[in-house]
């Protein structure tokens, strides 16, 4: 779980729009609107939103979903310390509070009876009961509740019920394209613009996979990765091999396939 402050105009994430998303969020926010963010992983959504966050002039309290995260983890919990016990707030409590962008990242991963605790945030309520203290918080001005998921991969295990889908705004994320991509990849990853293309003309190719039984595609950020490795010495083909093929897959074809792709790209 990760804090952030407020940023100052000197410290703007870097991002580049594909389409409206900044539009459509700045009118969710002012509308007091939940939103969804749907994409593959490494596509820029957490990236998108420490911009917005930024932009809109918001702390940010992100938080990693998972299996064991339990709706104690959000809201909080009584702690004992040697003078007796004392309440501390959760992550979801402080946002409340603060006024805070909350960010929960791939919260399929999170338990069902832990999803339903962000339900009366998502609506006009725009409460949070705390059941432990008997409170019942209303979300302080400039709160906004954001979430994300890969439908793409998740969906074979599990997908968030429509009762809690319906309760936000979706923004749809994809891999930029090409001429963006080659942007982020040269600016993120410290490359030459002919690297940056070749990268990004790699991770394309690699891609067209998915079909042949690949379960997750080269990410944007594995492609940056790649980068800053030519970028510091590492000779292009190990770069690749160790950023981009090895993580995607243990799979001999899949993998001989990838190196293939490689070798072709980078002649």
Same mark, same amino acid.
């Given at each position: 779980? @990760?804090d952030h402050g407020?940023?100052?105009t000197?410290?703007?994430?870097? /991002?580049l ?7 459509? *969020?700045?009118q ?6 939940a ?5 593959p992983?490494g596509?820029?959504?957490?990236? *998108?939103?420490? /911009?917005?966050?930024?932009r809109l002039?918001?702390p ?6 998972h ?11 009584? $702690?004992i310390r040697?003078?007796?016990t004392?309440w ?7 946002a409340?509070?603060?006024? +805070?962008i909350? /960010?929960?990242?791939e ?6 009876d832990? &999803?339903v605790? $962000?339900?009366?945030l998502?609506? /006009?309520r725009?409460?949070l009961p705390?059941d432990k203290?008997g409170e019942t918080?209303?979300a ?9 998921y890969n439908?793409?991969y998740?969906?074979? $295990?599990k997908? $968030?019920?429509?009762?809690?889908r319906q309760?936000?705004v979706?923004?749809?994320?994809n891999?930029p394209p090409?001429? @963006?991509e080659?942007?982020?990849v ?11 293309h ?8 690699l891609?067209?996979?998915q079909?042949?039984g690949?379960?997750? &595609?080269?990410s944007?950020?594995l492609?940056i990765a790649a980068? #800053? ?10 770069? #690749?091999?160790?950023a981009?093929v090895s993580?995607l ?7 001989? +396939?990838m190196?293939?792709l490689?070798?072709a790209?980078?002649?």
């Amino acid at each position: 779980m @990760t804090d952030h402050g407020a940023a100052d105009t000197s410290a703007a994430p870097f /991002y580049l729009p594909s389409g409206n998303e900044v539009a459509v *969020f700045e009118q969710c926010h002012a509308h007091k609107l939940a939103v969804m963010l749907k994409g593959p992983t490494g596509c820029g959504k957490t990236r *998108f939103v420490e /911009y917005m966050a930024w932009r809109l002039k918001r702390p940010l309290i992100t938080i990693s979903c998972h299996d064991d995260l339990s709706a104690s983890d959000l809201v909080g919990r009584f $702690l004992i310390r040697h003078d007796g016990t004392a309440w501390q707030d959760g992550p979801l409590t402080r946002a409340v509070r603060e006024g +805070a962008i909350c /960010y929960l990242d791939e919260v399929v991963e999170a338990r069902q009876d832990t &999803v339903v605790v $962000l339900h009366p945030l998502t609506d /006009y309520r725009r409460i949070l009961p705390v059941d432990k203290t008997g409170e019942t918080l209303e979300a302080a001005p400039g709160f906004q509740l954001v979430v994300s998921y890969n439908p793409g991969y998740q969906r074979m $295990l599990k997908d $968030l019920k429509p009762s809690t889908r319906q309760r936000f705004v979706a923004l749809d994320f994809n891999f930029p394209p090409l001429a @963006t991509e080659v942007a982020i990849v040269e600016r993120e990853g410290s490359a030459d613009y002919a690297t940056a293309h070749a990268l990004v003309t790699l991770g394309q190719r690699l891609r067209g996979l998915q079909d042949r039984g690949l379960a997750e &595609v080269p990410s944007t950020r594995l492609l940056i990765a790649a980068a #800053c490795l030519i970028a510091s010495g590492i000779p292009v083909r190990d770069a #690749c091999y160790a950023a981009i093929v090895s993580p995607l897959s243990d799979e001999t074809t899949l993998v001989g +396939a990838m190196h293939d792709l490689v070798d072709a790209t980078f002649v």
